[in-house]
């Protein structure tokens, strides 16, 4: 993947916006990358599961293959065509768990929480073990300012898997809306759990202020994962970036990070799905002030 280190002002790329940061350091690490392109291999397979569903399928196959199709669609960013697949796939397959967690995300990007809520719930009431249902329904409370029901899942979601810093991010971040002072002590002491060095690790680090914004947006290229492209992390780093700055109250600065966060179209992270609704509330808390 193509990228620029930029010393430019997001005023060259985001019209009309304001730069990032007044320190000439924050802009000189800026990373920009080239968007994500829909994959070859999905649009070919969305060209054949199109032709199989015009063979005569059972139903619990014609289920599986609207739920794979709305899938793709998804991931390609395609949400109305994706929504209108798993609803046929839940019309055939009315167990299909998976179908109900797709649709409640949607929904929860819309802002449609209580129909976001019936479909985790369902996804949950099928399989009790599907922990992403209970993610996305701690982040559809946390959108809905539910903040203690949201802390509930997500604290279930972060005990099942202590080492993975997005949980604990996440966890965060709920955290902070109930106590602040105690959100930084509790994230400190989880931070004793994360292994390893990756990357993701310094999205902590920056929220307590153990590393400044600038480095780390210098430590944006290093370490890359061979499963990983720069684009994918990009999406991730201007999305905490853009909640780092909500929680300093720089509503431009946050601005910028969400629509630098939906310019990579990595559509399947939940840090683009939820993008562009943090980029409206980051709008209207400019508006108020």
Known sequence: MKYVLTCLSLLTLLSGCATLSSGSQTQQALVIAEPEQAPFNYQLEL?????????????????LVYYRRGALYDAMGLRTLARIDFNRALEYRPRLADAYNFLGIQYTEMQEFQYAYEAFDSAIELNPEHQYAYLNRGLAEYYDQRIDLSHQDLLRHYKAQKQDPYRLI?????EVEQDPK????????RQQQLAGDDWSNSLVELFLGDISEAKFLQGLTANLHEEETLTERLCEAYFY???YQQLRHNWRQAINYFKLALTTNVYEFVEHRFASVELQRSRAQLTAE
């Open 47 to 63: 060209s054949k599961l199109s032709d199989i569903l015009a063979q005569e399928l059972t139903a619990e196959q014609k289920g």
């Open 170 to 174: 996440w966890l965060y971040l709920v």
């Open 182 to 189: 105690g959100a930084a002590k509790k994230l400190r002491q």
């Open 241 to 243: 970036l853009g909640k």
